[in-house]
């Protein structure tokens, strides 16, 4: 985890909410000279901090408000850190919570140089960005339903088709199969609603794509060189990661995607691990989901897949496969290079 190491006259920590915020400025001797709680108003935040600004630094919690306290610093030339939320909870955990607190111990981590930083991201591609995680939240959606007809299947002993339940087609008389009554209100209930997402889904996906043939027309072109990432797992490794160059290397990628295991140990002695659950999920889903899709009529990756079987086991051996795909997208974007296959196919 890296820290925040700058040295401010000034440090100003943030503790932000939806219509409040309580902001604590330390001097360089760590004296607190500005302590209040402040409405979430552009002009106010830029009124209490105006005294400071000459060699201020500000930071906030990683949470889900933080946009537009980083434009605004960003537009009024105000250096802005973002704090990794989980990172913070862990080293300035206290038996006393409040906001008051809570924006010392922020202003506190910032001055002695223990704040965990998180990424920035930038303001051009953020909406895209959360646009393309909102289009997986609704695809996901739709597979509740579509499980949820299987159940629903099962508790009347149906026969299951013989087709996929996804295709339009099959929407309209599909209700018919099950009882009169609130079963066949809920099948009806179910169409409807794939109905609508199915379309919302789509529109979302066209406009997607366009998005990002404008804004990295070379970055989709090469990483769908990759058997197994698509339309799909391109865009996000785009928008979840516009800057490879802010890794120093492939082990802080690979540790920033979910793609290596956490090492946990005292004493000598190796325990359980621990920090699982530190990074971005987004990318350790695509990178999943590339490894599957890569197997389906590959067969130098099913031979690769085999051996990966032999050498780690058959429940490691996928997780493998994804870290190794990690590792080749890595060097993909950072030497502007498309997917190489003798390399990646070969034993070793």
Known sequence: MRFYARSQTYTCGVDLHRRTMYLCVLDHEGGIVFHRKLPCRPETFLAAV??????????????????????LCAEAGIDFVLGHALGMRLIHGTKTKSDKLDSEKIARLLHSGHFPLAYVYPRATRATRDLLRRRLYFVRRRADLLTHLQIVEAQHNLEPLRVRRDRTAIRADYPERFPAGSARLSIVADCRMLDTLDQLIGTLERELVRSAKVDDLDSFCRLRTVPGIGEILAMTLIYEVPDFDRFDDVGEFAS????????????????????????????????????????????????????????????????VLAHKIGRAVFFMQKRRLPFDPERFYAEG
């Open 50 to 71: 105006e005294p400071f600004r000459a060699s201020l630094v500000v930071g906030c919690e990683c949470l889900f408000s933080w946009y537009w306290l980083a434009d």
């Open 256 to 319: 920033y995607g979910r793609l290596v295991a956490p090492r946990g140990e005292s004493s000598g002695k190796l325990g359980a691990s621990r920090g699982r659950k530190q990074g971005n999920v987004h990318l350790k889903w695509a990178f999943s989901e590339a490894a599957v899709l890569m197997l389906r009529d590959n067969p130098s990756a099913q031979k690769l897949h085999a051996r990966l079987v032999r050498r780690f086991g058959k429940a490691k051996a996928l997780s």
